[in-house]
């Protein structure tokens, strides 16, 4: 009678997991970043500027449908994204890569300070072309993967507090929001970087 239990107890636990697996699988589609809406598109020229190994899925919570980018950063980091419709971000979870804390932001790379003038040609260009315009605009060096890096904080016009990390060579390593943007602020961006 125990063992009669048991293997129904089992059984049931079977089933109950394998439905449990296959309706998180409906909940869950790979699809291409083409098949994002505008907002989300928009919202991740910034947030994925640089990286790699870039992965879209649009997922079903709550009845609600949402849009998620697993991507890694210049500097190996892995980010799970997830935003809605218009690009406002529900969460961005660190989920592998240096200074990975398991927390929801990563363990900040030691920084220091240092004049426009004391960065290397081509990192300095990319650095003024992408802050122009921009005030409060400081620099820093770090490293990446045990390489020089340089980088910029700065406020944009629209009032958005960024910071963006370079190679010696000018390419973009990482770059963050560290602010909450509205859709107008990006619009405002990316028109003027496009200038």
Known sequence: MKKQFLVSLLSATVALLATASLS??????????????????????DQTA???DIEYYRLKE???TLYETIFTTGG??????????DGHIVRKRHVSGPGNTGSATPAEPRREKVDLDNIPKEARRSLKKHAEGSKDVSYFKTTDEGKDAYGAEYTTPSGRHMRLTVN?????????????ATE????????????
């Open 62 to 64: 709550d009845g609600k």
């Open 168 to 180: 010696e060579k000018g390419k973009v390593i990482d770059k963050d929001q560290l602010n909450a």
């Open 76 to 85: 190996g980091n892995r980010w799970d994204l997830v935003e809605e419709e």
């Open 24 to 45: 998180h699988a409906d909940d869950r589609e790979k699809t291409t970043l083409d098949k994002f809406p505008k907002g989300v598109k928009e919202s991740l020229e």
């Open 50 to 52: 640089g990286c790699h």
């Open 184 to 195: 107008k602020d990006r619009k405002d961006d990316r028109d003027r970087d496009h200038k």
